[in-house]
Nanobody, 117 residues
Framework: QVQLVESGGGLVQPGGSLRLSCAASGSIYIIGSMGWYRQAPGKQRELVATITRAGTSNFADSVKGRFVISRDDARRAVYLQMNMLKPEDTGVYSC???????????WGQGTQVTVSS
């Protein structure tokens, strides 16, 4: 069974930073793209950032220039460095990993990020 576990969420003041981590365990071997979603209260889940197997990153316009996504395939992990956080960044952040073939997607349980003074 494949399981993704996120960590690093918490409460931070506007302008602060957090680093989210997500690590996979179980029977997943060849990981393709990875990414992070978030869902704010009362809003639909949105894609925040993705990173391909080759290391190419894409970001939502709302976080571009503030967030950095990275991956470590040896650790089967994906990270999201969040800088200059804003209250509108508040939400539950979930990681996703796809198989190299793209046939399967795996989700973490989510970690809460709250940006508030």
């Amino acid at each position: 069974q494949v399981q993704l576990v996120e960590s690093g969420g918490g409460l931070v003041q506007p302008g602060g930073s957090l680093r989210l981590s997500c690590a996979a365990s179980g029977s997943i071997y060849i990981i393709g793209s990875m990414g992070w979603y978030r869902q704010a209260p009362g809003k639909q889940r949105e894609l925040v950032a993705t990173i391909t197997r080759a290391g190419t990153s894409n970001f939502a316009d709302s976080v571009k220039g503030r967030f950095v996504i990275s991956r470590d395939d040896a650790r089967r992990a994906v990270y999201l460095q969040m800088n200059m956080l804003k209250p509108e960044d508040t939400g539950v952040y979930s990681c996703i990993m796809k198989t190299f073939s793209g046939s399967s997607s795996y989700w973490g349980q989510g970690t809460q990020v709250t940006v508030s003074s």
